[in-house]
């Protein structure tokens, strides 16, 4: 039970922190810069996910999908980066 809450905290905290930087950006030095942090919290999200994997708190397969829930709402806040980029 322990695990799943904290898959579900990591998700949820780079889910918001992503796509709050998402509508944020409005040219493209905003637009660079909010990438830049998407990439960023997309980094730590991974490396919280590795520890936890590491120390035995989740399997191989539940970090396999914890990652790929992290990096598809990254995909998702650079699509709405690059379409609230007016130029």
């Known amino acids: ?3 799943g809450m904290c898959m579900k905290k990591i998700i949820a905290i ?3 922190a992503v796509l709050g930087l ?5 040219d493209s ?3 660079n810069e909010a990438e830049d942090q ?5 980094e730590v999200a991974d490396e919280q996910i590795d520890t936890m994997e590491d120390a035995g708190q989740i399997t191989d397969d539940q970090a396999d999908a914890m990652e790929a829930d992290v990096e598809a709402d990254a995909d998702a806040a650079e699509e709405a980066v ?3 980029d007016p130029q």
Do not use: K, P, Q
């Open 22 to 26: 998402g509508v944020a950006a409005c």
């Open 82 to 84: 690059d379409e609230a």
């Open 14 to 16: 780079a889910s918001a």
């Open 38 to 42: 998407i990439e960023a919290t997309e």
């Open 29 to 31: 030095a905003a637009e």
């Open 1 to 3: 039970l322990r695990r």
